[in-house]
């Protein structure tokens, strides 16, 4: 089992930045898959960005070249790094985590979620 907690969401102006921070605890989780996913209202849950134990990355095409993922390994924490945000960026936040042999940026890829933080975005 893998607990994730979120945290450092907020509300900022466009053009601005925020930087999403993931807890993770339990087993396997310094392993695991990790990803940002988000959900605006009325809208599907995509997937932002994911990366493996190793730092091999992937992104959104939206977030390319504004957003970079990372993670602490000896802290066991995940990191959404959002630079120049955009009003369509407003949305609940979410980490997720599994082990899977590729990288996936969608949701049937992880088996584990946080509880999500807010990301508000004002034009």
């Known amino acids: 089992q893998v607990q ?5 969401g907020g509300s900022v102006q466009a053009g601005g930045s925020l930087r999403l921070s993931c807890a993770a605890s339990g ?4 392993a ?3 990803a940002w996913f988000r959900q605006a209202p009325g809208k599907a849950r995509e997937g932002v960005a994911a990366i493996r134990g190793d730092g091999t990355a992937r992104y959104a095409d939206s977030v390319k070249g ?7 390994n000896a802290q066991n924490i ?4 959002m630079n120049t945000l955009k009003a369509e ?9 599994y082990m899977m042999s590729y990288l ?3 949701e049937s890829g992880y088996k584990y979620w946080g509880q ?3 990301v508000t975005v004002s034009s």
């Open 4 to 8: 994730l907690v979120e945290s450092g």
């Open 89 to 97: 960026d407003t949305a609940m936040y979410y980490c997720a985590a």
């Open 78 to 81: 995940l990191y959404l790094q």
């Open 104 to 106: 996936p940026l969608e």
């Open 66 to 72: 504004r957003f970079t993922i990372s993670r602490d």
């Open 116 to 118: 999500g933080t807010q």
């Open 27 to 30: 087993y396997g989780s310094r």
């Open 32 to 34: 695991a898959n990790m």
